[in-house]
């Protein structure tokens, strides 16, 4: 739909410019397709304002956000040069990321994740692909903030994050990973995030 409205708004404006290419021959056609620019300027602009507002109107609404949804599970993901660490509470030292980057999660399939997401360095892209090497979902890993990125997964495999964006020598290698279980097998907190809420 929002396809078709763009080519119907193209068409229209290839029209109307053709229509003046082709009054404006000769210096009397020149003056009047500028009085005839400057009268349709504020419907054109009328115009342009009520189609956006429509494809506005149709499309938020359709933001992969939870409306109003508690979170499952919530992950905290730490990009550290060239790794990243998942870990169910915040990674603030270079002890906690050694520790939680130790560690391989499980997170339970159909499970609301919310992944909170920083950075003890510099800025990294983190990108998280499903086992067929999809991706599935993104942001951004930032020193000094946290970033959240809402996802349910609904298929078991392993998953792994990418680094995507250039951060130093080794950015190729930079990764993580978690698993996606059906039903976990342990209910520790050293491997399993905060299934039993």
Known sequence: MVFYAWLMIALLLILVYA???LSTRGAAGEEFAYQAIGRLRRPFFILMLVVLGVL??????RMPYPKGQ??????VVTGKQFQFALSSQ??????????????????????????????????HGVGIYDPDGKLVGQTQA????????????????????LCLEYCGLTHHAMRGGFEVVERP??????NTLALGR
């Not at 000094?144 to 994050?161: A, C, D, M, Q, W």
């Open 19 to 21: 229509s003046f290419a």
């Open 56 to 61: 506005f109107a149709f499309t938020v609404p």
């Open 70 to 75: 508690t979170p499952d599970e919530v992950v």
């Open 90 to 123: 915040p990674i603030r030292t270079e002890e906690e990321f050694a520790q939680a980057s130790a560690n391989s999660p499980q997170i339970g399939v159909g499970r609301l994740v919310e992944f909170r997401v920083t950075s003890l360095d510099v800025n």
């Open 142 to 161: 930032m020193p000094g903030y946290v970033n959240r990125l809402f996802l349910r997964f609904e298929k078991p495999g392993s998953y792994t994050i």
């Open 185 to 190: 097998t342990s209910t520790s907190r050293s």
